[in-house]
């Protein structure tokens, strides 16, 4: 791969503009200067390679790559060979892990789309705190945002989970997240850099890609501002996120549940008197909130998601005062009313099996 | 047509469902007894008709009915024939109306579809009032709520507003916006009762058509509750809409807007002392509810929509302090910051025009 890394300088206008914005994005959420880069070779994550090594001495960041070989293709060697060769040229230590997607899908019992994001953010976190990085950015830009609010909204997500992926999510920033993916396209065309297609991008096995290949084209040209829309909807998620964040710690400062693992199974109490003092709308993200932290504690990820149509059946049921009703979610997570309360616990089989559960 | 309604005990217990779910929806709203029902003579607002007919004796309702012929298909004068004879057969008096669809598009200078609509809306209401009816019931169902978010989603529509629809919409209510419009079909054909096909509903000249034909069949493809989701999404809509309605209400209270309309233009003012004490989440629907005031005053109707990048940057031009920066919304309604204020305002056209712009 001859290939050597143009200064901000020497970049067309675009191009200079895409990694001004980058910068911006990076200097707005105040991650810290050591940042992790997630890097499949696909195009989205070679540019954002590029992208943070041109813009490495402005802004005093010190990067290093990961990429995770998911072991499901067979041309992964040489997706981690151009990775290895990239990053050498552009004097950013990288490693390479393989992931076992398959083992991770028969554990966690789901597909392998979802084995592969649970297995991907677990060990790029892993690592992230192995080298003592700040934040782990990830190359998704608003095409993908699109794609993951329609997933949600086949989902059945609620408000504002709909609007999709988030720019800053704990330890995880995407600088991309609402530029459209030919601004990178362009970038690395006019820089002479190649990447790889990934042949699995074009499969119609996964939903993403029938989204990608099917609805988004049809959407994109009845609106071919349709990922600005996207971003401006996730933008405004995150208001709304702020918002009940703050408005939801505050009762909580002043009723607080109660968490108990006494018997081996994790629990999260929501007491009456808090429930009592919160109109309906916050109610509901309570529910969801304990339900995150029990996931949290229970598998150490923060990628629970609870149906919308069972956290509105359990607040009817604590509403209308009915005791001992038991609501299902995902991963193992179940709520229980009991007179004025509302339980949320995990089911032992989770517990025994957590350690397999965390990746 | 030889049809003879059914009594409500004649009905096999899938088609006596729909009619008490409906029925549950009527007394939930507590919208009073007297309904005008819109009747196109589709599958949907004959199943309405039908239904509506089957539950007045025991809701104790009086029923009306109009048909709006929108001028536009050759087929019309059928249509409006056979909406006149079901009415008659089921003892519904029916008003028969011509809109000029067409004349409409020109005057408000937008589409068919979004003509139709306003006009339809407007005549509606017109008739509702004349004849001294409670409220205004439309046929909508699950799969129109589905286009619905769809459409909002291209156009960049905010949240709660993306959502779709309301069940319940002033003096509108669509009881049957949850339910899959196979049931509508089921029952029509239960009970023998024939209805008329839009030629127009197949014909990709309009959005909500395309959206209809292409899209929806594609991601009820990927998952078949869908539906149930967008009903759920509607109904965590509305939760949120009542949140912020009350926590909007309260702030106004305090700090009231000022309405003027001294100099031939119609204004909303937020002054700087609402804006400061309102959370970003707030400030945003703030602007929209002024918005949609004017719109209201101006022009008759709550047909105004906002984009979600305009409120943003208006937002931005606020909590920056600067002045004297002007932003445009559709319909002739400007927004303009002055020092700590937010000021509304139509355009003078708008108002020369207002007689024109109420249908």
């Known amino acids: 791969m001859p290939f050597s890394l143009p200064k901000l300088q020497q ?25 992790l880069l997630a890097i499949s070779g696909g195009a989205d994550s070679t540019a954002l390679a590029l992208v943070a090594a041109i813009m490495a001495p402005r802004l005093d960041l010190g990067l290093s790559a990961m990429h995770i070989d998911h072991g499901l293709r067979a041309e992964s060697p040489e997706d981690a060979a151009f990775v290895a060769q990239l990053c050498a040229s552009l004097h950013i230590p990288c490693e390479i892990a393989r992931l076992d997607t398959r083992q991770i899908a028969a554990v966690r019992r789901c597909g392998l789309e979802e084995a592969g ?36 909204l086949l989902r059945g997500a609620a408000w504002p989970a709909i609007a999709g992926m988030k720019r800053k999510d704990g330890r995880i920033l995407r600088p991309f997240l609402y530029m459209a993916p030919q601004r990178l396209r362009d970038f690395l065309n006019s820089c002479s850099c190649p990447w790889r297609e990934d042949a699995s991008n074009a499969s119609l096995m996964f939903l993403r890609n029938r989204l990608r290949h099917t609805v988004l084209p049809l959407l994109e040209r009845e609106n071919p501002s349709l990922g600005r829309n996207a971003a401006n909807l996730r933008r405004l998620a995150d208001v709304d996120q702020e ?17 108990d693992d006494s018997s081996g199974i994790l629990s999260v109490t929501l007491s009456g008197e808090l429930l009592a003092k919160l109109p309906r709308a916050a109610r509901l993200r309570v529910y969801h909130l304990a339900m995150r932290r029990l996931n949290q504690r229970a598998f150490g990820n923060n990628l629970a998601q609870a149906r919308t149509e069972t956290l509105f059946s359990l607040d009817a049921a604590h509403s209308c005062g009915e005791g001992g009703r038991i609501f299902e979610f995902c991963g193992g997570i179940k709520a229980r009313t009991s007179h004025k309360n509302v339980i949320f616990q995990t089911t032992k089989i989770f517990i025994e099996g957590k350690n397999n559960g965390s990746i």
Not at 15 to 33: I, M, N, P, S, W
Not at 136 to 151: G, N, P, S, T, V
Not at 245 to 258: R, S, T, V
């Open 117 to 152: 994001r649970i297995g991907r953010h677990a060990m790029l976190e892993e690592h992230r705190q192995k080298i003592g990085a700040d934040c782990i950015l990830l190359a998704h830009h608003r095409q993908d945002l699109c794609e993951d609010i329609l997933m949600r």
């Open 11 to 35: 970049l067309n206008p675009a191009d200079a503009r895409l990694c001004l914005d980058t910068a911006k994005v990076l200097q707005e959420y105040h991650v810290g200067g050591s940042m």
């Open 243 to 259: 918002f009940w964040d703050g408005y939801i710690a505050e009762a909580l400062k002043k009723n607080p549940w109660l968490e």
